[in-house]
């Protein structure tokens, strides 16, 4: 478990945020401790004026809120009455059980996790000292609970490494869906760190796949030559919309020059996966006597390789990018050599599909031999279940698994199932 302590001057934001997020079912109040009322009777007033009553008996004191956020590793699954039993005793320790609380359950991360909303004056108008509440009491109450609650332990680890903390599923970004800059920040953090890009047109490759671009703005502004950045939302048809977000203002700051040691560093981390995705080019060539170039993508999308043709104005095709998202790689063709530029491979495109059957990945991946001549079937790589499919505003025109590799998942959950006239032969057999 990870424990994190923010202290604030405005217990009503604090409640804003969390009821915010109930509102739109990203989160669910399940405790109110030393409140008149049952959890689900109360409305925002009511809890207000609680936290209200005891802030303006101390108004010399600006810092009276506390936003309590703790963290389990993404292996557990805590029920409701676990995670009131853990914020019970983890307020007792930091010295917080007397003091009015609400525990609100957060669903807006891929880790469970709870926040919990209080203040820091008491009944009797005394303040309750804050000054390095995380090592004093937060830090011992923590490694207790783990013990307590067979909780996997954090110990040693920081906050990323601990409980495999990710931000929300970088899901493609829904302009007025979602609020903008979260959207923007869950995308641009996990791509810059896990993905291997040598350049910003490399790292958009990806960012595009998620309706997100990085911009310099055009050469002849002050923002191109001051080396700034900004990070906006993309339509399904490319254009920037909304209100766009300077890189020093994301968390992780992914700022050019930041971003720019990063460069340097990729171009040796993405070495051992070259020859790898040659490898996946030349058979997908070698698969068709004649394709066109809209197959050579739909067949190449199988094996989770995004293949990006740059082209100007006129159409002229200039250029082409391979984002490898099994191994979190990004190659311009170029870089792979000339054979794989992206004039060499226009080269070889046709006007029709002529394909050696029995080697094309469509066929090796159990499809109909016709297959490759039909759009693939969209599916929702960030949510399971036909209802949430439904829901979803931007479909993806990725391979499902893109996701999960992003996320660091395996297929090892979506191994095939024996059908039951199998089973049942099986059985007799044994019998």
């Known amino acids: 478990m990870v424990a994190k302590i923010v202290s604030g001057k405005s217990i009503r934001s604090l409640l804003n945020y969390n009821e915010r997020k109930v509102s739109v079912g990203k989160a669910e109040l399940i405790m109110a401790s030393r409140f ?46 676990k995670l009131q039993q853990i914020a019970a005793a983890y307020m007792e320790k930091v010295g917080f059980g007397d003091q009015p609380y609400l525990v609100y359950k957060h ?64 899901e493609k970004a829904e302009y007025g869906k979602t609020p903008t800059k979260r959207t923007i920040t869950n995308v641009v953090t996990v791509v810059t760190r896990d993905y291997k890009y040598t350049s910003l047109a490399e790292l958009n490759a990806v960012l595009k796949q998620f309706n997100v671009m990085a911009d310099r703005g055009k050469e002849e502004t002050q923002m191109f030559q001051k080396k700034g950045l900004i990070y906006s939302i993309l339509d399904e048809k490319g254009n920037k919309i909304g209100i766009p977000f300077k890189a020093s203002s994301l968390n992780g700051k992914p700022t050019l020059t930041n971003l720019e040691s990063k460069f340097i560093q990729n171009e040796e981390k993405r070495k051992p996966y070259k020859v790898g995705l040659k490898a996946s080019i030349d058979k997908t060539l070698t698969s068709y006597r004649e394709m066109t ?3 050579f993508v739909k067949e190449l999308a199988i094996l989770q390789i995004n293949v990006v043709f740059r082209q100007n104005e006129q159409g002229f095709t200039f250029g082409v990018t391979f984002v490898d998202n099994q191994n ?104």
């Open 328 to 431: 979190k790689t990004v190659f311009n063709g170029s870089d792979l050599g000339k054979a794989y530029n992206a004039k060499a491979l226009s080269e070889k495109f046709g006007n029709v599909d002529k394909p050696l059957l029995k080697t094309t990945l469509a066929y090796l991946k159990q499809k109909e031999a016709t297959s490759y001549l039909k759009p693939q079937k969209e599916t929702d790589y960030l949510k399971t279940g036909q209802k949430e499919q439904e829901k979803t505003y931007l479909r993806p025109n990725l391979p499902d698994q893109l996701l999960n590799n992003l996320l660091g998942k395996t297929d090892g959950d979506n191994l095939p199932t024996i059908p039951e006239d199998k089973k049942k032969k099986k059985r007799e057999l044994h019998l």
């Open 293 to 295: 170039r809209e197959t």
């Open 36 to 81: 008149a009322g049952e959890a689900s009777q109360l409305g925002f007033n009511q809890k207000l004026y609680r936290f209200g009553h005891l802030t303006d008996l101390n108004s010399h004191v600006k810092t009276n809120s506390l936003h309590i956020m703790l963290n389990f590793d993404i292996k557990e699954n805590p029920d409701h009455l």
């Open 107 to 170: 669903e807006d991360a891929a880790h469970p996790h709870i926040h919990i909303v209080t203040t820091n004056i008491r009944e009797d108008g005394a303040r309750i000292n804050l000054h390095d509440i995380g090592k004093r009491l937060s830090e011992p109450a923590r490694k207790e609970l783990e013990k307590e609650f067979g909780l996997i332990k954090a110990e040693g680890k920081d906050l990323k490494d601990a409980i495999a903390i990710k931000p929300v599923n970088p």
